[in-house]
């Protein structure tokens, strides 16, 4: 039985996805980055004064331990970050941030914003608004799944 538009909504995820992930790499390719390598480093460019551990990136991304351990060392390699014991536990290892990351971050940003600008292109406040909460509870619905 050949699927309507109505059911394809996996299908038009992935597509999304492809050309978001177009965009991203292509911004990345510059800095010699991935799709995750970034993220991380958004993610404690914008934590700010909070410390940042192997386990919150970990939770964040929503991966294997081994998997934050890859990224990080890739992303230690290139001069993105260091790491060290937390000394209020050595057993924690901390994940900051390098002034290289600092100045490249805000560039990033920018193309980021203007990939949401392009995305949300003629949709009122309100429609973005129930847009993101929609995706939420799409992301929920899939979190409780697995």
Same mark, same amino acid.
């Not at 536990?89 to 193309?111: A, E, H, P, S, W």
């Given at each position: 039985?050949?699927?309507?538009?109505?059911?394809?909504?996996?299908?038009?995820?992935?597509?999304?996805?492809?050309?978001?992930?177009?965009?991203?790499?292509?911004?990345?390719?510059?800095?010699?980055?991935?799709?995750?390598?970034?993220?991380?480093?958004?993610?404690?460019?914008?934590?700010?004064?909070?410390?940042?551990?192997? /386990?919150?990136? %970990?939770?964040? $991304? &929503?991966?294997?331990?081994?998997?934050?351990?890859?990224?990080?060392? *890739?992303?230690?390699? +290139?001069?993105?970050?260091?790491t060290?014991?937390?000394?209020?536990?050595?057993?924690?290892?901390?994940?900051?941030?390098?002034?290289?990351?600092?100045?490249?971050?805000?560039?990033?940003?920018?193309?980021?914003? /203007?990939?949401? %600008?392009?995305? $949300? &292109?003629?949709?009122?406040?309100?429609?973005?608004?129930?847009?993101? *909460?929609?995706l939420? +509870?799409?992301?929920?619905?899939?979190?409780?799944?697995?």
């Amino acid at each position: 039985m050949p699927q309507t538009k109505e059911r394809d909504i996996g299908l038009l995820f992935k597509r999304i996805n492809m050309q978001i992930k177009k965009g991203i790499d292509k911004d990345l390719m510059e800095y010699d980055l991935t799709a995750s390598q970034s993220r991380v480093l958004f993610f404690i460019h914008f934590r700010e004064e909070d410390k940042t551990s192997m /386990k919150d990136i %970990e939770e964040y $991304l &929503k991966v294997t331990h081994p998997t934050v351990i890859g990224i990080v060392k *890739r992303l230690e390699e +290139k001069g993105f970050v260091t790491t060290a014991s937390d000394p209020e536990d050595r057993r924690v290892k901390l994940v900051t941030i390098t002034k290289k990351t600092m100045k490249m971050v805000k560039k990033l940003d920018r193309g980021k914003r /203007k990939m949401d %600008e392009m995305l $949300l &292109k003629g949709f009122t406040e309100r429609e973005t608004k129930e847009l993101r *909460r929609m995706l939420s +509870k799409i992301e929920d619905n899939l979190m409780e799944a697995d």
